[in-house]
């Protein structure tokens, strides 16, 4: 543990964590655009900046690790006005479109100008206009959005191992893009969804998602992905009775935060047209619709009538491993309990 | 499962997912892990960035197979015969760990006599690998401070499945890579609760909590719990064993939840003639599945989204899955339409929601003691987590194994059920991608998941697609014994010379039409792994 000072108040941390780590554990908001814990510390958005007692400049929070006896000044004049000088610079090359840009309410960019109070920009010249029309089926891809924080061409690498894309071109035409700049689909892109999981502005969404709904307009629900063993941990956002999105917690739970493509984005089957809605009887060769009783009277009467005839053990129950804990369990019970058999089993072999 | 619980007591992964990373050797064999455990796929290659070591053993070469630091092509199906060899190597170099065999196993003389005859030069020639390669990943595995195995259903899905598990537990237990951080036997469960079904006894051979059904006071605990005279106690049929009693007559009524076999059995033509001769097939499902297709009742259950409960993942852990939205429809939540079937059995089971049963189940289930509504709501658990105070148990085996002494079993090698000759000279063996999922019965109905894969494509070595005139993208008919189905030839060199892959999503083109339902004799799991084929051009 190293005991360090933060804007006046004494607290131990753990030895080897960064500013930036050790003041969110204390709950010290320090703003940052290209941080995630999911990432090596970069120090490129400069916005994490504080000042160290002793320090010749300010340093950026997410780079530099807290040491004994350190004194950090998180929120002073100084640091105001870079962060804001920043954020200016920023805005200065960015469409102002939050109205209906899709990451309005969850976007850090726009948070930071709010917190900042930054109304006016006092910078004028040339803008991006970068619009990549990719036909990916999942990632929008709207790179005059794209402040360079490259947290994609991280995540990417570093955390995916996919190497999609990389800093491509000069100076101020400088953005994020793919081999040959050819579209994702053309890539190695896996659409594991990463990318847009930590873009920090508008310029990488999920296409599936858009204008479907805001975050103040939505619920969200943590549950367990549905697909393989793994048992990632996700956020169902959901609106008017539908899903229309999946998110993470960066760093949380046994996925860490990550997902892949059927996790982020698997979600269409559960409100797909398709859905059985109601039971059905086989009737003269055809299934029909019935009600609830119906079929389950049916079912009960022909599972006694079977029982009777022939002995429990006639008949088999396929259980499921799609199903709960708390499913498996009582059906289980019904074909030992209810019915008498050991013939239960569930598609572990298969 | 059959294998590990035999040699270790318990069949789960005996480690956890964040302790991958400490392990110095990850051997990966029959897991074709960033395709179908892709998020654990990740944590493996940033320890491999990190400076671990990786062997991969696999017939195609797959992904992972870039990070490895050794790759092994075997001949599918020949894996006791490789694995054998590795620890002859072991034993012929004195790498084993004689502390460890001789305080926490048993049997290991059986075994050293038996591995005598498995000489790299011989496992060369079975198994079509280079015997130097087979002397290094012996020498790299046993060498490591700590080394893990993980593996997935390329390693059950044979008829000697149960055998390459136990060469697994031999290979761990013989160079001490158990019980610790970083080591272990580590079988990924495909499904996301898989785990958590067999936990709650959904198996023919065991009650809640892997009690035997045979073992007198297990039965008599449940019979309390669930008020009955008398559970049965003679061991039931596994799920490709009820197929066949139902096409011979014995068994005349299914019941299904959430399972379609008629994608994922073995031999499709078999379970249709089972599922086709009962007098009642009920299918309890979201989709009209290809199997609800043939039920004389079929219910519409719930959604993961539209119901609570917990699932228990591949290391033990069970999670808790909560409501986000209503069933659709008159749909009902799968537990309660169970409890309503059981009332009119006359079996009374009453549940005001799934927590009442996650809180029963901490009282019958002595690994899940400790494991109640409550705790799971605010984090995962892994069991075993007897009693509320309990943090859980993310290393199993630790100062001893559940079974006691880690048993070595002498395993020898068997060729596959079936083998390539005249007429079928190719090796079919099938798997999944990554976008789909199992029988597509979810990721199907997904619009872009479905255009990035929208149909299967058979792997042919570009030496085999010269032999027997077939194209890249040309439509191909693939034969076995049991059908015939026609797919798109994806010819490339990631797969060995002499073996065909595909996966098994695809109602169109069902690769299991095609597969062997010849089950292994102790875990019945289907050889759906290897199998002889033939491949002609479709226009012929």
Not at chain 1, 191 to 196: A, E, K, L, R
Not at chain 2, 73 to 95: C, F, H, R
Request: include cysteine; proline fraction near 6%.
């Amino acid at each position: 543990m190293v005991t360090f000072e933060i804007n006046g108040q004494v607290a131990n941390v753990e030895e080897g964590m960064t500013i930036l780590d050790a003041a969110k554990k204390l709950g010290i908001k320090i703003p940052h655009l290209c941080y995630d814990p999911r990432l090596k510390p970069y120090g490129g958005c400069r916005l994490c900046l504080v000042e160290i007692e002793g320090a010749r400049n300010p340093v950026p929070s997410c780079a530099a690790k807290v040491t004994e006896g350190m004194k950090v000044q998180t929120d002073t004049v100084t640091l105001h006005e870079i962060r804001k000088t920043i954020v200016e610079l920023l805005l200065s090359n960015h469409p102002q479109e939050c109205l209906t840009c899709e990451n309005t309410g969850q976007c850090a960019l726009q948070d930071i100008a709010y917190e900042l109070g930054v109304r006016e920009i006092s910078f004028e010249g040339e803008k991006h206009f970068h619009t990549v029309t990719d036909p990916s089926p999942f990632v929008e891809r709207e790179m005059d959005k794209c402040i360079v924080c490259a947290r994609c061409v991280r995540i990417c690498r570093d955390v995916q191992h996919c190497s999609v894309y990389t800093l491509a071109f000069r100076g101020f035409e400088i953005i994020p893009t793919t081999p040959y700049d050819k579209p994702l689909t053309e890539s190695n892109c896996v659409f594991c969804g990463q990318c847009i999981s930590t873009c920090p502005t508008g310029a990488l969404t999920s296409k599936i998602s858009r204008f479907k709904g805001r975050p103040w307009q939505t619920q969200s629900t943590t549950t367990t992905c549905p697909y393989c063993g793994v048992g990632c941990q996700l956020e169902l956002i959901t609106k008017d009775g539908e899903i229309i999105d999946i998110q993470t917690f960066p760093g949380e739970g046994v996925n860490k935060g990550n997902l892949c493509v059927k996790g982020r984005f698997g979600y269409g089957f559960v409100n797909h047209h398709e859905r059985l809605k109601t039971p059905y009887i086989r009737k003269e060769g055809e299934l029909k619709e019935a009600s609830w009783d119906e079929a389950l009277d049916y079912i009960a009467v022909r599972l006694k009538e079977v029982k009777k005839e022939s002995g429990p053990d006639a008949i088999g129950f396929l259980s499921s491993s799609k199903c709960t804990n708390e499913e498996n369990y009582l059906l289980q019970r019904l074909a030992r309990a209810a019915i008498g058999t050991n013939n239960i089993d569930n598609c572990a072999r298969l | 499962m059959a294998g590990l619980a035999a040699a270790f007591g318990s069949g789960a992964m005996t480690n956890s997912i964040a302790d991958i990373p400490k392990a110095d050797v990850i051997l990966i064999t029959g897991s074709n892990t960033t395709e179908a455990h892709p998020v654990l796929a990740l944590e493996i290659i940033s320890a491999v960035k990190n400076g671990a070591k990786l062997i991969v053993i696999e017939p195609r070469r797959i992904k992972m197979a870039d990070y490895a630091d050794i790759y092994i092509s075997q001949k599918p199906g020949t894996d006791v015969e490789l694995y054998n060899a590795m620890m002859n190597v072991i034993i012929t170099e004195g790498l084993t760990d004689k502390d460890f065999i001789k305080a926490r196993t048993e049997d290991f003389d059986a075994l050293e006599k038996t591995l005598k005859k498995y000489t790299p030069e011989k496992a060369s020639k079975i198994c079509g690998v280079p015997a130097d390669t087979i002397v290094e990943a012996a020498r790299l595995y046993a060498k490591a401070g700590a080394a893990t195995i993980i593996y997935a259903m390329g390693i059950t899905q044979h008829t000697t499945g149960v055998d390459n598990v136990l060469t697994m537990a031999n290979l761990a237990m013989m160079t001490g890579n158990i019980g610790r951080e970083g080591t272990g036997v580590n079988p990924l469960r495909g499904q996301n609760n898989v785990q958590g079904a067999c936990d709650m006894g959904a198996l023919p051979n065991v009650l809640p909590g892997y009690v035997r059904v045979d073992d007198k006071d297990g039965r008599k605990k449940m019979e309390e719990a669930w008020g009955v005279k008398k559970l049965p106690d003679k061991p039931g049929l596994t799920a490709p064993e009820m197929i066949d009693a139902a096409a011979n007559g014995d068994i005349k009524a299914m019941f299904i939840l959430g399972e379609n076999p008629m994608l994922s059995e073995a031999n499709l033509v078999h379970t249709e003639i089972g599922l086709g001769n009962l007098d009642l097939l009920v299918v309890q499902d979201i989709f009209m599945t290809e199997t609800a297709n043939l039920a004389d009742v079929v219910l519409p259950g719930a959604s993961f989204a539209e119901k609570s409960g917990t699932f228990t993942n591949t290391e033990r852990r069970v999670q808790p899955i909560r409501q986000a939205v209503e069933p659709v429809g008159s749909a009902l939540p799968d537990w309660m339409i169970i409890t309503m079937i059981a009332k009119r059995l006359g079996h009374k089971m009453e549940y005001r929601s799934p927590s009442e049963v996650t809180d029963e189940i901490t009282h019958v289930v002595s690994q899940y003691g400790g494991i109640t509504s409550h705790r799971v709501a605010k984090c995962g658990i892994s069991w075993p987590c007897p009693t509320p105070e309990h943090p859980g148990t993310p290393i199993l085996h630790k100062d001893k194994f559940v079974r006691g002494k880690g048993k070595f079993h002498a395993v020898e090698y068997r060729p596959p059920a079936e083998v390539t000759d005249k007429d079928y000279p190719l090796i079919l063996t099938t798997g999944r991608y990554l976008q789909q999922f199992h029988t597509g019965t979810m990721t199907r109905r997904v619009a872009g998941i479905e255009d990035l894969a929208p149909r299967c494509k058979v792997q042919v070595h570009p030496a085999d697609a010269r032999k027997y005139k077939v194209n890249d993208g040309d439509m191909i008919r693939v034969t076995t014994r049991r059908g015939s189905i026609e797919a798109a030839a994806d010819v490339t060199d990631t797969i060995r010379q002499g073996v065909i892959y595909m996966p098994f999503h695809y109602a169109e083109a069902a690769a299991n039409t095609l597969t062997n339902a010849a089950l292994d004799p102790v875990a019945k799991i289907p050889e759906f792994k290897v199998c002889a084929a033939n491949i002609e051009p479709k226009n012929l």
